[in-house]
């Protein structure tokens, strides 16, 4: 067809010369058979006329594929403009939003909270590579258990007894539910979560342990929740649960090595959960897993021994500093939970330890003008929840 269309432009052109020279007898073109011509540019216009004809047949009828299907009608690239920019701690979580960030700080301002003050608020990471700085937050991160109040001796339960309490139920005038989980303190992510973290700590299949992180990722990938489970096996080695500390730091390595995998792969920890589990479905790298886990545990086992040597030397200076009369003391923490209980069916210990830092340096003190200064400082209602509390505890005489 493109060589007809060129032979057609080349008669058409002869044909037009030879009719504006018809009245010019000595003109080449006279020389031409035009009735030839006419009849060859007939013949090529038909030929091109079937030939398209079947061309668009084609087209019709024709069958799709991969390379006929479609075209590309624009291409671009866009560049991001925070590409550069770190979403991820150093230890692998992922960073609150900007907006979150600020609320967090609000609050914090408005409660007067510091990072590293008496309320046991750790202001360091806590991971398995630094599980020597465990100490300095034991006696006011680590959680207490009835049970290990019951069994353990002596010495193990005054160590656990300057832990942090159980989970105390939030005060009516608390804000805690407008703050980002990723910027809760560690004291407030314990009273609203720790329930959620005892329960994946109980978790042994690795199947639950996946179902579970899909539905309550948003709360254990994150660094209070490592810090809780590096402590909690920490608490169970010193109270001799050895068994039970060994499933909670697999588990507490789970967190640990998907945040690591997130940060290795610039995403998200909640999208690298199903992964990260895929991964271990090969024998090699499970291998590989359970190895460092192995070699979590020893640290722990280590840890545990030092702290309890470091606990018995405090008691043993303190008995020195205070005199005779501190042998003769009586350990609230030695006397059974179910003797202890105040009228209102409450644990003494967990009472003062879940109250402001005022109303438990008032009752340490034993001075009532310094228990009404701290009360004057609260609402009503704060007030009033705190020493029902107290009443409740027997910490208090109504």
Same mark, same amino acid.
């Given at each position: ?64 594929? *991969? ?22 701690? $150093? ?6 939003? &900007?907006? $979150? ?8 301002? =408005?409660?007067? *909270?510091?990072?590293? &003050?008496?309320? %046991? ?19 006011? #991160? ?8 019951? @069994?353990?001796?002596?010495?193990? #339960?005054k160590a656990i007894t300057k832990a942090a309490p159980k989970l105390v139920q939030p005060q009516p005038t608390e804000t805690i539910n407008s703050v980002a989980v990723s910027m809760m303190t560690y004291h407030d992510f314990t009273e609203k979560?720790?329930?959620?973290? @005892?329960?994946?700590?109980?978790? =042994?299949?690795? &199947? ?8 309550? %990722? ?21 109270? %001799? ?13 789970? *967190? ?17 959960? /199903? ?15 359970? $190895? ?17 040597? @470091?606990?018995?030397? $405090?008691?043993?200076?303190? /008995? ?17 939970? =179910?003797?202890?209980? %105040? ?7 967990? /009472?003062? @330890? ?37 009443? =409740? ?6």
């Amino acid at each position: 067809m493109a060589k007809a269309n060129l032979r057609i432009k080349e008669i058409s052109k002869i044909l037009s010369k030879a009719s504006a020279n018809d009245d010019d007898s000595d003109s080449d073109d006279d020389l031409e058979d035009i009735e030839g011509l006419q009849a060859e540019l007939k013949a090529l216009q038909s030929a091109n006329n079937a030939n398209q004809a079947k061309l668009d047949h084609y087209e019709k009828n024709k069958k799709w594929n *991969v390379d006929n299907l479609c075209h590309v009608v624009e291409e671009r690239t866009i560049v991001n403009q925070n590409v550069g920019e770190s979403k991820f701690s $150093e230890s692998g979580f992922a960073l609150p939003k &900007d907006g $979150e960030a600020a609320a967090a700080v609000a609050v914090a301002e =408005d409660k007067k *909270v510091e990072a590293n &003050d008496e309320s %046991g608020v750790p202001s360091k990471e806590l991971s398995a590579a630094k599980i020597a700085d465990v100490d300095n937050e034991t006696k006011t #991160t680590t959680k207490t258990s009835s049970s290990a109040v019951k @069994e353990e001796s002596s010495t193990t #339960t005054k160590a656990i007894t300057k832990a942090a309490p159980k989970l105390v139920q939030p005060q009516p005038t608390e804000t805690i539910n407008s703050v980002a989980v990723s910027m809760m303190t560690y004291h407030d992510f314990t009273e609203k979560y720790a329930h959620v973290v @005892e329960e994946f700590m109980a978790i =042994d299949s690795l &199947d639950r342990s996946k179902d579970f992180l899909l539905q309550k %990722g948003d709360i254990l990938l994150q660094e209070n929740a490592s810090s809780y489970l590096l402590l909690a096996s920490l608490e169970d080695e010193m109270n %001799g649960f050895h068994e039970k500390m060994k499933l909670v730091a697999r588990q507490s390595q789970i *967190v640990s090595n998907i945040a690591e995998l997130a940060k290795s792969l610039q995403r998200h920890p909640g999208n690298v959960i /199903v992964p990260f589990f895929q991964r271990m479905e090969d024998k090699q790298l499970y291998a590989g897993f359970m $190895e460092g886990v192995n070699q979590f545990i020893k640290r722990i086992e280590v840890r545990a021994v030092q702290k309890k040597a @470091e606990i018995e030397e $405090e008691r043993a200076r303190e /008995v020195l500093e205070k005199g005779a009369d501190a042998e003769d003391a009586v350990d609230i923490s030695e006397i059974p939970l =179910d003797q202890r209980l %105040g009228p209102g069916g409450l644990d003494p210990m967990e /009472v003062f @330890e879940s109250l402001p830092e005022s109303m438990q340096e008032a009752f340490e003190s034993r001075q009532k003008e310094k228990l009404e200064e701290a009360l004057r400082s609260m609402t009503v209602d704060e007030a009033e929840y705190h020493m029902k509390r107290c009443v =409740d505890s027997g910490l208090w005489n109504a």
